[in-house]
Structure formats: C-alpha cells, structure tokens
C-alpha cells in the first residue's frame, strides 16, 4: 500500500476511519471557498462518508489523505488525462486550517510530484488555483512549479467570475514507456 513519508506529513490511501477528522477539517469554508463545487459546504457526515467509501474501495491511489501524527487532516490527489494527455495530471489538494503555514502542503506536493515522476511516469503535473489563492501560489512555486498563464474568467465560484493561474511543473527523465 502506498506511503509516501516526510519530515511533516505522510502521504496514504484514505481509510474507513477517517470520518471524523475528515469531517472536522473539511468542513469550514476557508477551505471550501479555494475548491471546486463538487468539495462540499457545509461539509456533512453524509458527505465524508460517500467520499471515504469511494476513496477505500477505489483501486487507483490517485486520491490521498495527508497525515500528520497519524490523523487523516487533509487532502492530496491528481487526475490523469486521457488520449495524448495520459502522461498529464492535475493535481489539488487542501489541509484543514488548523494545520496552515507550517510547510505541510508545499512538502506533501513535492512527495506526491516526485512519486508520480520516479514511480508512475508522469510527463507532467499542472494545477489551476484561483489567481487570488495566493496561499496555494506559493506552495506551487516553492514546490518547483512555473507560471505558465492566466486563464481569464475562467470559472465562476459562488456566482464571482475569477481568474485561474496555470502552474505546472515537467518530468525531466521522461521516457516513453517500451
Ligand atoms: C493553500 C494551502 C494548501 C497551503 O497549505 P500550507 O500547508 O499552509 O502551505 P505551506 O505552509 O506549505 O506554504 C504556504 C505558503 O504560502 C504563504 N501564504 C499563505 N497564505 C498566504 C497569503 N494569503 N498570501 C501570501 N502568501 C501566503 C505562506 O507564508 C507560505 O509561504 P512561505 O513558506 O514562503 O512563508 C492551505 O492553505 C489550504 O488548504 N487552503 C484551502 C484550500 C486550497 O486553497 N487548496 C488549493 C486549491 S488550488
């Protein structure tokens, strides 16, 4: 089973027992606000449950909890493309409040780039924050991601246009598989 470990947080599938400190830092609108819609607020039991129920049986380990002192407090997962996109992924994640500014996010990025790089032979990793998450912004840099643009009006949260910056950062040693 994959663990990815670092200095601040490991990296792992999510587990049944997760529920409750899923749901205790999941569901505050600070979080919820720099996500997509289908990340739900208020965030229900109902809710951490159908997602931990998809995430266990689920045989992809592409959707990851953060841990830090062996509880579950955030998210970190990519979704590959399809056709000649396979070798890109977008990746998103968030760590509940609690837990911010102490390096935790930009070192699970950097586990999760690194796994999918050396392990699974990703081209390619992107991520599309809202222009004015200037938190995210930063982790992406300090995790070795480059501005590659601006996506004007390119989404609409909580019925405000917003603006998403394009990050990525490229695989180096890529080869096409034999
Ligand atoms: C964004 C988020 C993931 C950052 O996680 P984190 O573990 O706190 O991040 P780190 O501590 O590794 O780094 C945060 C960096 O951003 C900086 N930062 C935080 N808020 C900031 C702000 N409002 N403006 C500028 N910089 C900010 C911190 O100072 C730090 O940089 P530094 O190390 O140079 O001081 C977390 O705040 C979060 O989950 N937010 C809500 C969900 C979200 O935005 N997800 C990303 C969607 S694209």
Redesign the pocket.
Known sequence: MLRLEGERCSIRPWRAADSGSLLQHANNI??AK??RDRFPHPYTRKDADVFLRHAVESEDESNLAIEVHGTAV?AIGYVPGRDIERFSAEV??????A??????????LALVTAYTFDELNMLRLF????AD????I??LE?AGYIREGLLRASSVKYDVVKDQALYARTNPAWQPPP
């Open positions: 600070n979080v720099h996500l955030g998103g994640y968030w760590l509940g409040e837990f911010w500014g102490r390096g935790i996010v930009t070192e699970a991520a599309l924050p809202f998450n200037s938190g995210s930063r982790v300090k």
